[in-house]
């Protein structure tokens, strides 16, 4: 597949009221000619209650069902609930077969929240799961979410969000 064909999906638990980091990053990358879908309402409720298998068949019927290759999940709250959160997500995405390895669309998984549950992600999730931080330029915000430097336009270079 080549990267014009690259679909990133984006979901935000309800629960979370900080949208600027993940609204931001997906209007970087629409201006870079990525297709970008953000999870409504009724994904974010689902995420919220990751817990119940039924809310977490909802969340992955939504990522099979758009055929997101490039999943991010953004969290500004509690450190040990985003790990959970990503743990429940991870293994219903391997139970429902939508990684890539196994076949499905899902390649990456990024996470993007506060520093201290950044690290807590990295060493939990080593290899797993990329995190982002929201103090990076734009550049280097898309070079994170590997967009090809050249599909990059040059008022996006220098900006930083």
């Given at each position: 597949m080549?990267?014009?064909?690259?679909?990133?999906?984006?979901?935000?638990p309800?629960?979370?009221?900080?949208?600027?980091?993940?609204?931001?990053?997906?209007?970087l990358?629409?201006?870079?000619?990525?297709?970008?879908i953000?999870?409504?309402d009724?994904i974010?409720?689902?995420?919220?209650?990751?817990k119940y298998e039924?809310?977490?068949?909802?969340?992955?019927?939504?990522?099979?069902?758009?055929?997101?290759q490039?999943?991010?999940l953004?969290?500004?709250?509690?450190e040990?609930?985003?790990?959970?959160?990503?743990?429940?997500?991870?293994?219903?995405?391997?139970?429902?077969?939508?990684?890539?390895?196994?076949g499905?669309?899902?390649?990456?998984?990024?996470?993007?929240?506060?520093p201290?549950?950044?690290?807590?992600?990295?060493?939990?999730?080593k290899g797993?799961?990329?995190?982002?931080?929201?103090?990076e330029?734009?550049?280097?915000?898309?070079l994170?979410?590997?967009a090809?430097?050249?599909?990059?336009?040059?008022e996006?270079?220098?900006?930083?969000?």
């Amino acid at each position: 597949m080549s990267n014009m064909n690259i679909k990133y999906g984006f979901i935000k638990p309800a629960i979370d009221a900080h949208t600027m980091g993940i609204v931001s990053v997906s209007e970087l990358l629409k201006e870079c000619g990525y297709e970008v879908i953000l999870a409504d309402d009724d994904i974010e409720k689902a995420i919220n209650e990751y817990k119940y298998e039924a809310r977490r068949k909802v969340v992955a019927s939504w990522i099979a069902s758009n055929k997101i290759q490039k999943l991010g999940l953004s969290y500004r709250l509690d450190e040990h609930d985003a790990i959970n959160m990503l743990g429940y997500l991870i293994e219903e995405l391997k139970r429902s077969k939508l990684m890539k390895f196994q076949g499905g669309h899902v390649e990456t998984i990024y996470f993007g929240g506060l520093p201290i549950t950044c690290q807590a992600v990295e060493r939990e999730f080593k290899g797993i799961i990329e995190t982002a931080d929201a103090g990076e330029s734009s550049r280097a915000t898309l070079l994170s979410l590997r967009a090809p430097e050249d599909r990059i336009p040059k008022e996006l270079q220098q900006r930083i969000w």
